[in-house]
Structures are given as C-alpha cells and as structure tokens.
C-alpha cells in the first residue's frame, strides 16, 4: 500500500505542476491588464510595473492554488480510473478510505498555506499597494512632459519647451478666470518642488504675467514666483489584519472559504475522478467545470453577504455535497 500511496503522490503532482503553470499565467495575464490600464492614466516605469505586479502576486497565487488542487484531484483520480488501477486496488481489497489517505495531509497543507496567505499576507499586500496606486497618480500629476498640450498644473494649463530632470525651460502657461478673464504666462525657466511629498509648488524664474480684466490689459515682470499645486499626496494608514477584515466582512468570508476548499471539498473531488470504465464515461472535464462554478458562485456569493450565517451554510452545504457524492459513487461501489 505504501508503494501505491507514493504513486499516486506522484502521479497528481505531475498533474498538478503541469495544470498549475497555465493557470498561472493565465491569472496573471488578466491582472496585467489591469495593471496596463492603470499606465494609461499614470506614467509607469518597468520597476513600478513589477513592483505593482509583485503586490498582485499572492493574490494570483492565492486563486491558482484552489483552482489547479480542484482540477488536478479530478485529473489523477479520473487517469487512474482509465488505466483501471483504481479498480485493481479495490479489487485487492484497499478501501477507499486508505486511498484518500495518501493525499489527506496535502490538502490540509494547501488549507494551510492558502489561510495563511488570505487572513494575514492578503491585507497588507492589498493596503500596501493601493498606497502606492496613491503616490503615483500624484507623481504623474506634477510631471509635465516637453512639447505636449493639455498638461495641467492645479488649475493652469501648462506647456514647456524643455524639461531637463525637473527643469524647465520656456515655460507657458494659460489660466481661465472668472469673468471670462484670462492670464498668460511667460518664463524664461522653473522647476517643479515638492518639498516631503507635501504641497507642490511651480517655482519660476524670469518671467511676464499678461492679465485680461474687462477690457484692460493688465502686464506683469516678474524674477520670481511660486504657483501652488491644490493636489496633495494622501496614504492610507495600514490597517492590522484584524480590523482591516472587520471592515470587510464579505471579502473575508469569500478569502476564508476559498482556502477552505482543498480540504473541505476534497472528497467531492475525489469521488468525481472515481469511474469504473466498464460502465461508466470519463466525464472528468466536465466535473471540474461543474466543480468550478460550484466552488467560485458560491464563494461570490458569500461576498456580497454581511450575515456570516451565508458562509456557514455554504461549508455544510460543501460537506453534505462531498459525503453524499462519496457515499453513491465510491462506498457503495467500492
């Protein structure tokens, strides 16, 4: 029996690693297009976008692991089954139970790790970077690109010549007033300061102010001049894990149940990859969708949920499913 454990160890690593690896990139694929669409409204370097793609990481692992441990089960189990070396081993008399056994503590492994990931590792990850979504929204608002239109500095609209790191050169800028009034500005150079991620301030040199007030134009020279920036840069305090789920109750539960999945609904995997070939189709594709959306619907559901009478439900729902489909597919049988 101690051999048999050890081949069916192996043969759903097998599966799992080879299924794990798509889904992965899968995954990761649909929240790298977020993160794309995230550079379409700020200006991204290559270290922010993984340094982005790096705060996303657990949560792709996190949705991975359910999904390939779900798929894999059914896949090793319904292999076996095919090649009929299930039915060799009941027909020699190993009980199901022994045969569950040999992937029991992996599951609980998974259980593990994917808890671990959702109550304390998810929080922070998930604070962490919407902190840092803050902090470069606010640094692609004070960077003015050369020769570029439509660029605003607070309520002024800006257009330089140059931009030589952080200084300007041949400043314009174009301000709406009240009254249908209006100013022009013209420097001869500036910088953007931004003192401790404070308050940001234009600061510029060498310059004519053109004032429209009624009829009369009004001309300033100027050698120096600070311009105000009304945007300030906000983070976020990290909340501890522990407040930070109580303020969100439905995202707790659907984290919670999902990494609950390996273990609870482990039993329900197993006996859909069981099938004797004689009487029975190998229908292992379509029990991992099923398995898919009863998993996934659920837990979404649970989300949207405040009561937390909904994920309890669902976990006695999850493991009356698993034991009947046990019971009339595999003890009965077997």
Same mark, same amino acid.
């Given at each position: 029996?101690?051999?048999?454990? /050890?081949?069916?160890?192996?043969?759903?690593?097998?599966?799992?690693?080879?299924?794990?690896?798509?889904?992965?990139?899968?995954? $990761?694929?649909?929240?790298?297009?977020?993160?794309?669409?995230?550079? $379409?409204?700020?200006?991204?370097?290559? =270290?922010?976008?993984?340094?982005?793609?790096? #705060?996303?990481?657990?949560?792709?692992?996190?949705?991975? *692991?359910?999904?390939?441990?779900?798929?894999?089960?059914?896949?090793?189990?319904?292999?076996? =089954?095919?090649?009929?070396?299930?039915?060799?081993?009941?027909?020699?008399?190993?009980?199901?139970?022994?045969?569950?056994?040999?992937?029991?503590?992996?599951? $609980?492994?998974?259980?593990?790790?994917?808890?671990?990931?959702?109550? +304390?590792? *998810?929080?922070?990850? &998930?604070?962490? !970077?919407?902190?840092?979504?803050?902090?470069?929204?606010?640094?692609?608002?004070?960077?003015?690109?050369?020769?570029?239109?439509? /660029? %605003? #500095?607070?309520?002024?609209?800006?257009?330089?010549?140059?931009?030589?790191?952080?200084?300007?050169?041949?400043?314009?800028? #174009?301000?709406?007033?009240?009254?249908?009034?209006?100013?022009?500005?013209? $420097?001869? =150079?500036?910088?953007? /300061?931004?003192? %401790?991620?404070?308050?940001?301030?234009?600061?510029?040199?060498?310059?004519?102010?053109? /004032?429209?007030?009624?009829?009369?134009?009004?001309?300033?020279?100027?050698?120096? !001049?600070?311009?105000?920036?009304?945007?300030?840069?906000?983070?976020?305090?990290?909340?501890?894990?522990?407040?930070?789920?109580?303020?969100?109750?439905?995202?707790?539960?659907?984290?919670?149940?999902?990494? !609950?999945?390996?273990?609870?609904? +482990?039993?329900?995997? +197993? &006996?859909?990859?069981?099938?004797?070939?004689?009487?029975?189709?190998?229908?292992? &594709?379509?029990?991992?969708?099923?398995?898919?959306?009863?998993?996934?619907?659920?837990?979404?559901?649970?989300?949207?949920?405040?009561?937390?009478?909904?994920? *309890?439900?669902?976990?006695?729902?999850?493991?009356?499913? &698993?034991?009947?489909?046990?019971?009339?597919?595999?003890?009965?049988?077997?």
């Amino acid at each position: 029996m101690l051999r048999s454990k /050890q081949y069916i160890l192996k043969t759903f690593s097998k599966s799992f690693l080879t299924l794990f690896i798509p889904f992965y990139i899968i995954i $990761s694929l649909s929240n790298l297009i977020y993160i794309s669409r995230l550079s $379409s409204r700020i200006t991204l370097s290559s =270290s922010d976008f993984l340094t982005f793609y790096m #705060f996303i990481t657990p949560d792709i692992i996190f949705i991975t *692991i359910p999904l390939t441990f779900l798929a894999a089960t059914i896949n090793t189990f319904s292999k076996l =089954s095919e090649s009929n070396e299930m039915i060799a081993l009941f027909s020699l008399g190993v009980r199901p139970k022994e045969i569950l056994k040999s992937l029991l503590p992996l599951a $609980s492994l998974f259980t593990l790790l994917l808890l671990i990931i959702a109550i +304390f590792i *998810i929080p922070y990850t &998930s604070q962490t !970077m919407n902190n840092f979504k803050l902090k470069k929204i606010y640094e692609s608002n004070l960077k003015i690109l050369p020769n570029s239109l439509s /660029q %605003d #500095f607070g309520n002024h609209h800006v257009f330089i010549k140059k931009n030589i790191d952080g200084n300007l050169e041949d400043v314009t800028m #174009f301000t709406h007033q009240k009254n249908s009034n209006f100013q022009i500005l013209f $420097s001869q =150079s500036g910088s953007i /300061q931004n003192p %401790d991620n404070k308050r940001s301030f234009l600061n510029l040199e060498d310059g004519t102010i053109y /004032q429209t007030q009624k009829e009369n134009l009004k001309i300033i020279n100027f050698k120096d !001049m600070k311009l105000f920036n009304n945007a300030k840069y906000y983070s976020n305090k990290v909340l501890p894990f522990s407040e930070y789920w109580l303020r969100d109750r439905g995202k707790f539960y659907y984290y919670t149940l999902l990494a !609950m999945t390996p273990l609870l609904l +482990f039993l329900f995997y +197993f &006996s859909l990859g069981i099938y004797n070939t004689r009487y029975q189709m190998n229908l292992s &594709s379509l029990y991992i969708i099923l398995s898919i959306i009863i998993v996934y619907v659920l837990s979404i559901i649970a989300k949207k949920q405040v009561n937390v009478c909904v994920p *309890i439900s669902i976990i006695f729902l999850w493991v009356f499913l &698993s034991l009947l489909t046990y019971n009339r597919r595999v003890a009965n049988r077997y």
